[in-house]
């Protein structure tokens, strides 16, 4: 227990430093960004960007690429990007009056790594459980299991399960939303969910961050196949 500890207390330091919680932050849309574009986002110079990034990569939350003279970065995979959304979650406050201050378009969507979030996301979680097609799995009381209903529903949508299913990944599970403060849909079913969505132009990654734009294709596709409304 006591290396346990240890080892939580210092990726908890390691995250609690701002310029490197920005960095993971900004990680956070799935894509990888050099350590010059890191350090402007961190507002630290290149050497300070360097140093933050080695302890963030010592501690395995982000992964180097290295290509030609530059060095991306990544998060480490989908687990870290889980971790600091809950980070979120916890960080704000749990009044009644709570309202995020989060820009409009990032409440209503965006990636959260590989899967969608925001209003949308919840919107399209609530669907598919209130539909029966997604239930709890038996075997995981924290994770979702198609059912028969579901399974058609995704296939007759254009996903393959069957491939969603072979990854080497949880399956289907529930993801605390911080600016909803309820469940988005994760896992690899909710990252083939958000690949299929802009496979399908239904919604387009905006250019300058996380935030997802539904177009007017994918508004009335979601509402036909997944009987919800959603705001203008």
């Not at 979650?89 to 969507?109: E, K, W, Y």
């Not at 996301?121 to 028969?148: F, K, M, N, Q, T």
Request: glycine residues 6%; aromatic residues 6%; contains cysteine.
């Amino acid at each position: 227990m006591a290396v346990t500890d240890l080892a939580m207390s210092r990726v908890a330091a390691a995250i609690a430093e701002p310029a490197r919680a920005r960095m993971l932050c900004a990680l956070m849309d799935g894509h990888a960004r050099t350590s010059t574009e890191l350090a402007a986002i961190a507002e630290v110079g290149p050497p300070t960007a360097s140093a933050h990034l080695a302890r963030l990569a010592e501690l395995a939350l982000v992964r180097r690429y290295p290509q030609g003279r530059h060095r991306y970065y990544a998060l480490e995979d989908p687990r870290v990007a889980e971790a600091l959304e809950g980070l979120m979650v916890i960080g704000q406050s749990d009044s009644a009056s709570f309202a995020p201050n989060t820009p409009r378009r990032l409440c209503f969507a965006r990636t959260c790594y590989d899967h969608m979030a925001g209003e949308l996301a919840v919107a399209l979680h609530d669907a598919c459980l209130g539909a029966g097609w997604l239930i709890p799995a038996a075997e995981a009381v924290s994770d979702y299991r198609l059912s028969e209903e579901g399974e058609r529903v995704f296939h007759d949508m254009g996903v393959d399960v069957r491939a969603v299913r072979a990854r080497r990944r949880r399956f289907a599970r529930p993801c605390m939303d911080w600016s909803m403060r309820r469940p988005h849909l994760a896992g690899a079913l909710g990252a083939a969910l958000l690949d299929h969505a802009i496979g399908r132009a239904w919604v387009r990654r905006e250019l300058d961050g996380r935030a997802l734009r539904l177009t007017s294709t994918g508004r009335r596709a979601l509402e036909r196949r997944f009987d919800i409304q959603l705001p203008d």
